[in-house]
């Protein structure tokens, strides 16, 4: 297993929508209902054409790449909380079940933190799911 992390790209689009995608249904089963897991397969390929309208505007987002196949995932930019308007935000990070505890999620996590420092964000935030 070889995994390189690296800019995402409008290419990489299908397989950030997989990964995410497929992280909902092994991390919320039990959590969220299955009517709304089942909704996020079927809306896949409306949610890789929004997906790629992002990276195209925003340029905001990185891929963990095990031999080109997206298995994890990380997009970061301004807080979308109105509560913290002049933080930066990491609005998601997904890793693919069998790639989880290889260490993926922190390097995208601090990849996530240097990128809002580099846009001169001083704080973030994390949404963070709760039942």
Known sequence: ??????KGTEKDAKGVI???TFTW???YKGLISNQILEKRIETMDKRVVRIIDEIKKYNNLYVALDNKKVVGMMMY???RNTNYPNS?????IYVLDNYQGLGIGKKL???GIKELINLGYNSMILGIFQK
């Not at 297993?1 to 690296?6: A, G, L, N, V, W």
């Not at 930066?88 to 998601?92: D, K, L």
């Open 1 to 6: 297993m070889d995994i390189t992390i690296r």
């Open 18 to 20: 997989e990964v995410n």
């Open 25 to 27: 249904l092994t991390t």
């Open 77 to 79: 930019g301004k807080s």
């Open 88 to 92: 930066g935000e990491i609005y998601a």
């Open 109 to 111: 996590f601090m990849l």
